[in-house]
Structures are given as C-alpha cells and as structure tokens.
C-alpha cells in the first residue's frame, strides 16, 4: 500500500511515517497543501492522510480541489480540529474519514485498512484498470492521469487497456497486432510503433513518471519506473 501524509508538523509527520512503515507500507511526506496536491495529482497512492490547518492550501480546499480534478483516493482527515462542524466540513469537502488527534495508532492503521479495501472493492466493481497515478474506466471508457481526462479514440484507449492488463509483461508487436487489431503482424508496417507514440504523446509526455517502455528487439512494457 502506498499512502501520502500530508502534514506540516515534522515530528508528527516523521512518528506517522514510522508506524505506517512498520506495516510494510510505502509512505511520502508533504508538509504543506501546494506540496501535496502535486504529490496527489502525479502518483498513485492508495489512501491520502490530510491535517486540515496546513500552510499555503488547508486540508479541506486541498480536498475539494483534489475531487473537483476527478481524483477518487479515499482521504482520511487527520486533525485536531474534533467538533461535529469540523467533522462535517471534513466530509463535505470530499473526505471519507476523519480521526481526532490525539489518536490510537491501532485506530488509524484500521481504518486506513478499511479505506484501502473499500477504494479496491469499488475499482474492481467499476472495472477500473490502474498504475501510477494513469486509471482506466472500462465502463465509462475514460482514461485520467492525476485527476486529468485523457482523450482517446477507440483504438488508442484498446490499446491501453492491453498494456494495462499486461503490466509488468513484455509484449511484442505480433501480440498486440493479433490482440488489438485482430490481425497477423506485417513486419513491412509500423503502424503500432506508430499508435504507441500516439500513446506516449497523450500518457506520458507531461508527466515526470514515464509508463511505456521500448525492450530492444522484443517489444513493449507497461510498468512505473
């Protein structure tokens, strides 16, 4: 699992950052709202830990922001801020939960359980394919890139999705000639060289993490690096 904490008080951050380490989880810091709306909308993560007093942006405009951009990564607000307003503005602002500071570790770690599994079941429900911060709806035939709208022709988002449901597997121009055009390969055209960099163009080209590899001699990988 991977999980952004975004929290201005370094202790805190760093004590947070430990414990979630301990549970074999992957964890990135950012100490203030402009920080961490970047860090939301370029990666991937599975659960987004907000406090809400939080310089430059606050926790809930940074929540707001991060829904109205299409970002759907459940966000646990963390804070001291505990009257049933506060609460209320948490949710309204696009928050799935919200703990008190101070807090039992035991608690957070559950309830960050729950989210993660939560966000799982509904990505697999609405057919959602994911790496890195790239989603590919299969029922609304959309695809988003932190938070951004993708344009696509059919072919392009086919494409796509082949790689993405082969991600980390080198494919080779005969597999994906007779898994997405239906065809034999023709060694004489470059047609999917060619709709590949249409691909690179619209996926990765604005982005700081690249997705679609060339293996020399071999083919195509789908893979974060």
């Known amino acids: 699992m991977k999980i952004l904490i975004v929290e201005d008080e370094p202790k805190l951050a760093g004590f947070l950052k430990r414990g979630l380490e301990e549970q074999s989880w992957e964890v990135e810091l950012a100490y203030d709202g402009q920080v961490g709306k970047k860090m939301a909308a370029n990666y991937r993560f599975d659960v987004i830990i907000l406090d809400v007093n939080l310089p430059l942006l606050n926790g809930y405009d940074l929540a707001r922001q991060l829904r109205h951009d299409g970002l759907a990564t459940p966000i646990l607000f963390l804070t001291a801020l505990g009257t049933i307003d506060d609460k209320l503005d948490g949710f309204e602002a696009g928050g799935d939960d919200y703990l008190v500071k101070p807090f039992e570790f035991r608690e957070l770690i559950a309830r960050i359980k729950v989210l993660s599994q939560r966000n799982s079941n509904r990505e697999q429900s609405n057919q959602i394919l994911s790496l890195a911060d790239l989603e590919l709806n ?6 988003r890139r ?3 709208r993708i344009d696509l022709t059919a072919k392009e988002f086919a494409l796509l999705e082949y790689l993405m449901r082969n991600k980390g ?3 080779s121009r005969v597999d994906i000639a007779e898994q997405v055009w239906d065809i034999r390969f023709d060694t004489g055209t470059n047609v999917i060289d060619v709709y590949i960099n249409f691909l ?4 990765d080209k604005d982005y700081p993490t690249k997705l679609i590899h060339t293996v020399v001699g071999m083919g195509y990988i789908f893979k974060e690096e």
């Open 138 to 143: 299969l029922d609304e035939k959309v695809a």
């Open 146 to 148: 932190g938070g951004n």
């Open 169 to 171: 597997r080198v494919v």
């Open 200 to 203: 690179r163009k619209k996926v």
